[in-house]
């Protein structure tokens, strides 16, 4: 193969690995931020919101096949705003 091909195909891999590190990423916050709202004593929203963002993440079928995590790391932000607005009193 042309060395071209292998600076695209190594970038490409290399931005999947980034995605898939921040999605990971995004669901360790999500897991700790339920528990530390659920140790205060807060509300942590609907307990399907979070079993809900974490069954898409780990699914191994997309509801949107790609080779991304773009839609995982969506799932995961709209939880994690879920949990905070129902934990906030303010809001």
Same mark, same amino acid.
């Given at each position: 193969?042309?060395?071209?091909?292998?600076?695209?195909?190594?970038?490409?891999?290399?931005?999947?690995? @980034?995605? &898939?590190?921040?999605?990971? +990423?995004? *669901?360790?916050?999500?897991?700790?931020?339920?528990? !530390? %709202? $659920?140790?205060?004593?807060?509300?942590?929203?609907?307990?399907?919101?979070?079993?809900?963002?974490?069954?898409?993440?780990?699914?191994? @079928?997309? &509801?949107?096949?790609?080779? +991304?995590? *773009?839609?995982?790391?969506?799932?995961?932000?709209? !939880? %994690? $705003?879920?949990?905070?607005?129902?934990a906030d009193p303010r809001i």
């Amino acid at each position: 193969m042309d060395t071209n091909v292998w600076v695209v195909v190594l970038l490409v891999a290399a931005l999947l690995a @980034a995605m &898939l590190a921040v999605a990971v +990423a995004l *669901l360790v916050r999500l897991v700790r931020t339920r528990r !530390a %709202l $659920r140790r205060a004593g807060l509300p942590t929203g609907s307990p399907w919101v979070f079993w809900g963002a974490v069954a898409y993440v780990v699914m191994p @079928a997309d &509801l949107l096949p790609d080779p +991304a995590y *773009l839609d995982d790391i969506g799932v995961l932000l709209l !939880a %994690l $705003r879920s949990m905070r607005t129902s934990a906030d009193p303010r809001i």
